[in-house]
Nanobody, 123 residues
């Protein structure tokens, strides 16, 4: 049974930092794209960062320079490091994986999903 489990969410003041983790069981992230999505109170779910099967990473414009995605050597955990957090970063953060080296922007293209971890940034 495949499971993705996110952790590391919480409440933080604006300007602070958080590190989210997404640990897989039943699969590894080898040869897979893994992405972080988030959904704010009034927003649709949007992709935030992704790392492809070759280790290439990218972030969406709104978090560029503040968020970093990485993967551990065992290829079972993906991290999302966020710094200089803003209130608009508030939301439920989900990790997702797809059975492909390449990444996609649409959530429909991801097969495996975690349950999410809440991040709340207060001003």
């Amino acid at each position: 049974q495949v499971q993705l489990v996110e952790s590391g969410g919480g409440s933080v003041q604006a300007g602070g930092s958080l590190r989210l983790s997404c640990t897989a069981s039943g699969i590894t992230y080898r040869r897979k794209c893994v992405a972080w999505f988030r959904q704010g109170p009034a927003n649709e779910r949007e992709w935030v960062a992704r790392i492809d099967g070759f280790g290439g990473a990218s972030t969406t414009d709104s978090v560029k320079g503040r968020f970093t995605i990485s993967r551990d050597n065992a290829e079972t955990t993906v991290y999302l490091q966020g710094s200089s957090l803003k209130p608009e970063d508030t939301g439920m953060y989900y990790c997702a994986a797809r059975d492909s080296y390449g990444c996609a922007s649409s959530q429909e293209d991801y097969k495996y999903w975690g349950q999410g971890t809440q991040v709340t940034v207060s001003s």
